[in-house]
């Protein structure tokens, strides 16, 4: 989908989006000049496929003009920078000069936090030994 001029969100917008794989299809907005995105309101995300480590999705691109502003909360969750979904699977939000994208990253276990642990432990003791 391509916008001719400028997108606005305001506190009360919600831009929904089904993630189904990388190739998606970011929304692009075209203008000469200026403030171009201005983002507020509520990012809404579903998951529509299983994503592999490191994936990235372009949300919004724009050219020839910047951007003011950042989601007001993430699928419902005010003042988030990330969203999670079942199954460990976990998207960062990144705001850059030119886009809005995901990026999949990982969500670390239950038992990798308790191995961490045990084994910091593990080191202090033998340390002091």
């Known amino acids: 989908m391509t916008i001719a001029g400028t997108l ?9 989006m089904n993630l189904v794989g990388t190739n998606l299809g970011a929304v692009m907005v075209t203008n000469s000049s200026g403030t171009i995105v ?10 529509g496929y299983t994503p592999t480590l490191g994936d990235e999705i372009d949300l919004l691109t ?16 005010l003042g988030a920078t990330n969203v999670s979904f ?3 699977y976990n998207f960062d939000v990144h705001y850059e000069a030119n886009r809005v994208w995901l990026e999949n990253t990982a ?6 936090f308790g191995l961490l642990l045990a084994a910091g432990s593990m080191l202090l003791l033998r340390r002091r030994r």
Do not use: H, Q
């Open 62 to 77: 724009w050219t020839n003009g910047t951007s003011s502003g950042t989601f007001a909360s993430i699928n419902g969750i």
């Open 86 to 88: 079942g199954g460990g």
């Open 38 to 47: 201005t983002l507020d309101g509520d990012l809404l995300l579903t998951l």
């Open 8 to 16: 606005t969100l305001d506190a009360e917008a919600t831009f929904k």
């Open 107 to 112: 969500i670390p276990e239950p038992a990798a």
